[in-house]
């Protein structure tokens, strides 16, 4: 397995001449993500101000405040589901240029690209079992969901070769499944590969947050070559 030194390196190799399209890969699905949000977040501002004036007329609008809650908890859903599916699809590229199957990063397309037919829907299913289980093992203590999260972090790799390998792909539960499998051994590993990033991400906050259009393809590439390393291992 290679060091956290040699996984990196490796990353701003495949990133050298790339970064300007790797930022932009990150940014699309912020931006769009931004939009939609906003669909959720204005009817729920609205409800809001509603039971404010409600309350200053001498009565309260118990349906407006059950709205609020209700708008709050698809929004978080909804960004949970989107935000998976774009990571994926901009780490599968990652992957791909790693392994040298492609030479080009096409941003809308491929951060798209985890939005197709069935594809979509397993991905969205990890989505929810993944946060699912974590948060179970989360409720006994902080740690053992730490733990958890790692052991599942490769799902979403490991269904893209499923899907690469079989006309069917591997449903959601497999995948989580040879995740945990394939993490045996390595997640103090991965651990370790997340730590040595601290230090980039303190400038980037310095920098209000600018940093990380380039920090988060920086450690996207990384992580994909984490991956692909661990895959030839295993």
């Given at each position: 397995?290679?060091?956290?030194?040699?996984?990196?390196?490796?990353?701003?190799?495949?990133l050298?001449?790339?970064?300007?399209?790797?930022?932009?890969?990150?940014?699309?699905?912020?931006?769009?993500?931004?939009?939609?949000?906003?669909?959720?977040i204005?009817?729920?501002?609205?409800?809001?101000?509603?039971?404010?004036?409600?309350m200053?007329?001498?009565?309260?609008?118990?349906?407006?405040?059950?709205?609020?809650?209700?708008?709050?908890?698809?929004s978080?859903?909804?960004s949970?589901?989107v935000?998976?599916?774009?990571?994926?699809?901009?780490?599968?590229?990652?992957?791909?240029?790693?392994?040298?199957?492609?030479?080009?990063?096409?941003p809308?397309k491929?951060a798209?690209?985890?939005?197709?037919?069935?594809?979509?829907?397993?991905?969205?299913?990890?989505?929810?079992?993944v946060?699912?289980?974590?948060?179970?093992?989360?409720?006994?203590?902080?740690?053992?969901?730490?733990?958890?999260?790692?052991?599942?972090?490769?799902?979403?790799?490991?269904?893209?070769?499923s899907?690469?390998?079989?006309?069917?792909?591997?449903?959601?539960?497999?995948?989580?499944t040879?995740?945990?499998?394939?993490?045996n051994?390595?997640?103090?590993?991965?651990?370790?590969?997340?730590?040595?990033?601290?230090?980039?991400?303190?400038?980037?906050?310095?920098?209000?947050?600018?940093g990380?259009?380039w920090?988060?393809?920086?450690?996207?590439?990384?992580?994909?070559?984490?991956?692909?390393?661990?895959?030839?291992?295993?």
């Amino acid at each position: 397995m290679k060091t956290s030194k040699e996984l990196k390196q490796e990353a701003r190799m495949i990133l050298q001449g790339r970064w300007g399209k790797a930022v932009l890969l990150n940014v699309i699905p912020s931006l769009i993500i931004i939009g939609f949000s906003l669909v959720f977040i204005v009817p729920a501002v609205v409800s809001q101000v509603i039971t404010v004036m409600s309350m200053n007329n001498g009565y309260y609008d118990y349906a407006a405040t059950a709205g609020t809650g209700n708008y709050g908890t698809v929004s978080s859903f909804f960004s949970m589901v989107v935000g998976a599916l774009f990571t994926s699809g901009i780490s599968w590229t990652y992957l791909d240029l790693i392994r040298g199957t492609r030479s080009e990063i096409s941003p809308l397309k491929d951060a798209l690209r985890a939005f197709n037919g069935k594809t979509l829907v397993t991905v969205a299913i990890l989505a929810v079992l993944v946060n699912l289980f974590s948060g179970l093992w989360g409720l006994l203590l902080i740690i053992p969901g730490i733990v958890k999260s790692y052991s599942y972090s490769q799902s979403y790799y490991i269904y893209y070769d499923s899907t690469l390998n079989e006309k069917e792909g591997l449903s959601a539960l497999d995948t989580i499944t040879a995740s945990r499998k394939m993490m045996n051994g390595y997640k103090g590993k991965l651990f370790l590969l997340d730590l040595s990033f601290i230090g980039w991400h303190i400038l980037s906050i310095a920098t209000l947050g600018l940093g990380y259009l380039w920090l988060s393809p920086y450690i996207q590439v990384t992580k994909s070559a984490f991956y692909e390393n661990l895959a030839k291992n295993d």
